[in-house]
């Protein structure tokens, strides 16, 4: 993968809890300094947020759906 | 919003009785055919969630509402490993829905006998969002197109793995699709950037 993509993962993996702990407390110190880092938990924070509210969009859909099925015969 | 009209019919008999009623059986019936597995506690739950809300101020369109947020909450709740199931799942869901129905019911109470609305504040039990942020962030996911749209929200909202999301939109491998997976979030991430996190959080 090329290293865009990791550095994504390893935020992923950081914010997600899924990181060692030496791994961890690398990441939390260049957080502490690095500005870009900063924004780049930031925005991938907000993208999980959007990744939600249309999960959610999409689950209420297959709801509605059943309850069509079930009892609007 | 217009409701159908409701004809409830006794579709509980069609459905042995639920036996999922621990969390992680709960979880993997989710993950391996979530469709089916959320139809059979809706075609048991909703009847006794309409009885309860006829029952006390409402009516079956209230009831279809009710049962459709405390199901949402459940599922995202299962989802990230924080429900600890005790009772059956449909119990579990009528005290959701009990709770849900009460806040509504008194939130129209209030409407109808206060010229002051007080706003209330979203609790554990409600879904917080505003508006106006579902909207732009759901642009943003638009703008993705629909294969990095289901992507995403198949990983990450409906948790399924990477096995069956390579399959399903038919990667060969398991890295391909991991890689897909990035770079689709990689967009997104640069798509939301100008959004400020703290007007969001706010």
């Known amino acids: ?63 509605e759906a059943i309850h069509t099925r079930l009892f609007c015969k | 919003m217009v409701f159908p009209l409701h004809k409830p019919v006794n579709t509980t008999s069609m459905y042995p009785t639920v036996s999922i009623n621990k969390a992680e059986q709960l979880r993997e019936a989710l993950l391996t055919s979530r469709e089916k597995t959320l139809e059979q506690i809706y075609a048991k739950t909703y009847p006794m969630v309409v009885h309860y809300i006829k029952q006390h101020g409402g009516n079956a369109e209230d009831a279809k509402d009710v049962l459709q947020e405390a199901l949402i909450l ?90 069956q999301i390579s399959v399903k939109h038919q990667y060969r491998t398991i890295h391909s699709a991991t890689v897909q997976k990035f770079k689709c979030l990689e967009r997104l991430r640069k798509a939301v950037s100008s959004f400020s996190y703290n007007q969001f959080l706010n």
């Open chain 1, 1 to 63: 993968m090329r290293p865009q993509l990791e550095h994504l993962q390893l935020l992923e993996n950081y914010l997600h809890q899924h990181l060692p702990e030496e791994q961890r407390q690398d990441v939390e110190i260049r957080l502490l300094w690095d500005k870009e880092w900063q924004q780049n938990v930031s925005s991938q924070q907000v993208a999980y947020e959007a990744i939600r509210c249309e999960g959610r969009k999409q689950l209420r859909k297959e709801l």
């Open chain 2, 74 to 163: 459940v599922y995202e709740k299962v989802m990230v490993d924080q429900l600890t199931l005790t009772s059956s799942i449909t119990t579990y869901l009528m005290a959701i829905c009990k709770n849900l129905w009460r806040t509504e019911y008194r939130k129209r109470s209030k409407f109808d006998s206060l010229d002051d609305y007080e706003v209330d504040q979203p609790t554990d039990e409600t879904l917080a969002d505003t508006p106006q942020q579902t909207k732009q962030l759901m642009q943003y996911m638009e703008a993705l197109g629909q294969k990095c749209k289901d992507i995403l929200v198949d990983f990450y909202y409906h948790n399924l793995r990477m096995e």
